[in-house]
């Protein structure tokens, strides 16, 4: 059976801060034409403004992904609403954003989700061009230790290991292909921080837009009494506990890997940077947006020197 391309069936908005600058913005996802892809409008600089959601766009990877055309105007943290375009099928999409960061919402893809859910989903008159590769494409970082391998595939698929050496997380492993429904697997996965890395980060203006109703928030490190009550007002919230599992209280995992699932959600948007759809296996162990948007990149390349 072929694949239709598909856009959404009606224009939907969001408005929230983005995690990173704490800017309020709107963004507006709008149906395409056939052929079109991913592309972003900053509405807030003109209509011309506009950045492809390509890998070669790529400028930023710190904490998110970030995307820049070559007059220079970007949009941060793409990452989640990529995701859940390509989750739920979407070939084709006008994104407008009214500031440089797509909002955080509630730290997942789960907002997108169920408004494409509700609002439809469009078959369009032409295939769905899949992205198919001859050989594997695998980028390693020694450093790090991290790796994302792309193999010669029949269908789409993607499985990744996280390892942050830490006694809570443990080694989780994640999976998700197209027989798996996105929205109830995938898309309702949100971010996650250590308890210690929360005030570096506001210090260095880095979770602007962060609170305790947008991310899973581990306890790595014993903590005293007065740091949970900074902590508390830092995110102007009533009393934290931590949980026996290592938990802030802030929030109940939806699954036991949740933290791996998201940072699956994160490869599936990274990786759509590729250009379209993958009909690949892809295979990551400690991948972050800077060895998945390489490992975009490098299919990319691929494919234009082939055409």
Request: net charge negative; proline share 4%.
């Amino acid at each position: 059976m072929i694949q239709m391309q598909q856009t959404v069936r009606k224009s939907f908005s969001f408005e929230g801060k983005g995690l990173h600058t704490g800017k309020v913005a709107t963004v507006t996802i709008n149906p395409a034409p056939v052929g079109h892809g991913i592309r972003f409008i900053r509405t807030d600089i003109g209509r011309d403004a506009v950045v492809e959601a390509l890998a070669e766009n790529v400028t930023s990877t710190a904490r998110s992904t970030t995307i820049t055309a070559a007059d220079g105007v970007s949009v941060i943290t793409i990452e989640h609403l990529m995701s859940a375009l390509t989750g739920m099928g979407i070939d084709n999409a006008l994104v407008e954003i009214d500031n440089a960061e797509v909002p955080i919402l509630d730290g997942s893809a789960k907002p997108y989700v169920d408004a494409i859910w509700k609002g439809g989903i469009v078959e369009q008159d032409a295939p769905r061009h899949y992205i198919e590769i001859d050989s594997p494409v695998e980028v390693i970082d020694g450093n790090t230790g991290s790796m994302v391998r792309i193999e010669p595939a029949d269908k789409p698929s993607f499985d990744i290991t996280i390892d942050f050496n830490s006694r809570v997380l443990g080694v989780q492993t994640a999976h998700w292909d197209p027989s798996q429904i996105y929205a109830e697997e995938i898309g309702i996965c949100r971010t996650f921080v250590f308890f210690h890395e929360i005030e570096y980060l506001f210090k260095n203006n880095l979770i602007k837009g962060g609170d305790v109703d947008n991310a899973i928030v581990i306890v790595e490190h014993p903590v005293t009494e007065e740091q949970l009550d900074h902590m508390s007002k830092l995110f102007n919230v009533p009393a934290l506990e931590i949980r026996d599992n290592g938990y802030l209280s802030n929030l109940q995992l939806r699954f036991p890997n949740e933290c791996a699932r998201h940072k699956l959600l994160d490869l599936i948007g990274d990786m759509r940077l590729a250009g379209g759809f993958l009909k690949a296996r892809v295979t990551a162990v400690k991948s972050g947006h800077t060895i998945n948007t390489r490992a975009a990149r490098a299919v990319r390349e691929l494919i234009l020197q082939r055409n």
